[in-house]
């Protein structure tokens, strides 16, 4: 069984730099051909994929979050990491960090193609 863990501060001013892990139990970031994304829901909306780092390390990011994005892994400890900088109270979210089923065969992966999921970490953008 899979099971993913974000971590991470709740609390972030604005143009400062969220930085959340997640950790992976049951299954290795590297096993071919599981990507691993980070999604978020801010309050009263949907979910929006952020990017996602591939099996082999590479990393894939929403155009709309590209510049500010930043997801990086340290297979030592079975983890991955995402940095979002320049963070203003839209940024404001429930973050999820969920394992994807086909790899990433297209952009963006949806939802029902994530099996695993972590319970969420909620971030507050605010002074």
């Known amino acids: 069984q899979v099971q993913l863990q974000e971590s991470g501060p709740g609390l972030v001013k604005p143009s400062q730099t969220l930085s959340l892990t997640c950790t992976v139990s049951g299954g290795s970031i590297t096993t071919s051909y599981y990507a691993w994304s980070w999604i978020r829901q801010p309050p009263g909306k949907g979910l929006e994929w952020m990017g996602a780092?591939?099996?082999?390390?590479?990393?894939y990011y929403n155009p709309s979050l590209k510049s500010r994005t930043s997801i990086s892994r340290d297979t030592s400890k079975n983890q991955f990491s995402l940095q979002l900088s320049s963070v203003t109270p839209e940024d404001t979210a429930v973050y999820y960090c969920?394992?994807?089923?086909?790899?990433?065969?297209?952009?963006?992966?949806?939802?029902?193609?994530?099996?695993?999921w972590g319970q969420g970490t909620q971030v507050t953008v605010s002074s």
């Open positions: 780092i591939v099996y082999d390390g590479s990393a």
């Open positions: 969920a394992r994807v089923i086909n790899g990433l065969g297209h952009l963006p992966p949806r939802a029902d193609e994530h099996d695993y």
